[in-house]
């Protein structure tokens, strides 16, 4: 486990030049695979798509979706895992069933899946690399500036543990929203090299509409384009052509291009996996980038925590402490500049605003004390219908009381 930017492919392809073993190393997209094999610099056979792979080669890399059907032809000592988070789909876990004698490695930034839940269930041990704020402190990732907006999602359905696309289409696609996109861009990163993350390909064509109609130089990226247009997409936005890479669900992992300056999520999201790649496109280091931008327009922030958080990583079939929903307790949001940092911190370190502590409200009542009784009954029959935990939060940011009383009243509604 290593964060994005760690060194996971340096290592992983050393230890395959290192090792005397035949290995098989496996990721699930095309542009994984090549920028693995560029990395190798020794001879090995590609297991992709359209190409006759040379077997007898001690290293194979391939994607997982052609070795599956090849697996007559293989045969290896030892598996690794690219974005080993992966590693439960079925696709994966037939290669590996497939191979019981060999060793399996896997990398990632971020282990669990889509539920919150650990990997323990694929792996035995978990070798945890240096922390996202340790490589920031060396200098071998940025630090990260966040500019989110808090949307409320509990109306948008959930389908196979995320929010359902076509919903968050529906309530992201109107003028509003569309409007604080662009005035966002323009206030926080105008210009800057920028990777823009969105809902599904109708979504990411309206965002380059948009932004195109204003002068911007934007190009789309998403699976539905052959391979030499999304090259070329790529490729734009490495060479400065281009200010805008519009991307759906393809460079949220693997994706290395330092130069990227700001990342915009336009993607709620309940996957603390998704999350973390996604804004850990931009935490590479560069010449003259001092903080990567996240403008944060779908207010994962508040529900995961800021980018360069460290987490409680944890091998284990449980949901990890890493993954929990809602850090909203964890985060706050300066009213002066709107950048989100740490309750810990006494200031904005954007812009030196002093942390407003809100104050307390506190109810006077005159007189004797079957006034209290009378405010006691009062309270009470206001909480009566409150549900969910959003209800309590409600209440306690009324009477000025702490979260963590929000908290226990609704679990205690809970048993």
């Known amino acids: 486990m290593l964060p994005t930017g760690g060194g996971k492919t340096a290592i992983f392809t050393e230890i395959a030049r290192m090792s005397n073993k035949r290995i098989l190393i496996l990721a699930h997209r ?9 990395r190798l610099n020794v001879e090995h056979g590609l297991v992709v798509s359209g190409k006759d792979a040379d077997y007898s080669q001690r290293i194979l890399v391939g994607t997982v979706q052609t070795v599956v059907n090849r697996l007559s032809k293989i045969v290896v000592d030892f598996i690794i895992v690219d974005e080993a988070h992966h590693a439960v789909a079925g696709s994966w876990q037939k290669i590996i069933n497939a191979l019981p004698k060999a060793n399996v490695l896997g990398v990632t930034a971020t282990p669990c899946r889509l539920d919150g839940k650990g990997l323990k269930n694929v792996f035995d041990y978990m070798v945890e690399g240096t922390t996202i704020s340790e490589l920031i402190d060396l200098n071998y990732l940025t630090d990260a500036v966040v500019y989110a ?58 965002i380059y509409h948009l932004f195109k ?17 999304r090259d070329l997409a790529v490729e734009q936005f490495r060479n400065k052509e281009i200010q805008l890479l519009i991307s759906v ?56 925590g800021l980018p360069t958080d460290d987490r409680a990583w944890e091998l284990t079939e449980d949901k990890l402490k890493a993954a929990q929903i809602n850090k909203e307790e964890t985060v706050i949001q300066c009213k ?21 502590e809100k104050p307390r409200k506190i109810n006077h009542v005159e ?33 000025g009381y702490k979260m963590g009383w929000a908290w226990h009243r609704w679990k205690a509604r809970q048993t």
């Open 367 to 399: 007189g004797e004390l079957t006034e209290i009784h009378k405010l006691q009954k009062k309270y009470r029959q206001e909480e009566y219908g409150y549900k969910t935990l959003e209800d309590w939060k409600e209440i306690a940011r009324q009477r």
């Open 30 to 38: 095309k542009e994984l695979v090549q920028q693995i094999s560029d």
């Open 249 to 304: 669900d393809i460079i949220s992992e693997g994706f290395d291009v330092p130069s990227c300056e700001c990342v915009m999520l336009l993607r709620p999201t309940k996957s603390l996996a998704l999350y973390m790649q996604q804004v850990g496109r931009g935490l590479r280091t560069y010449e003259g980038k001092k903080k990567a931008i996240i403008l944060d327009m779908a207010g994962n922030c508040f529900r995961f």
């Open 149 to 206: 907006s808090k949307r409320d999602f509990k109306k948008i359905k959930t389908i196979a543990g995320d929010y359902d696309k076509k919903q968050l289409f529906d309530a992201f696609n109107t003028a509003k929203i569309t409007g604080e996109i662009v005035g966002n861009y323009r206030k926080y990163a105008d210009y800057k090299q920028t990777i823009v993350f969105c809902i599904s390909i109708d979504h990411a064509k309206v």
């Open 213 to 229: 109609v204003l002068g911007y130089k934007a190009a789309i990226l998403h699976s539905k384009l052959d391979k030499k247009e």
């Open 336 to 356: 002066n500049c709107f950048a989100v940092y740490l309750t810990s911190k006494k200031e904005c370190p954007e812009c030196g605003q002093e942390k407003q």
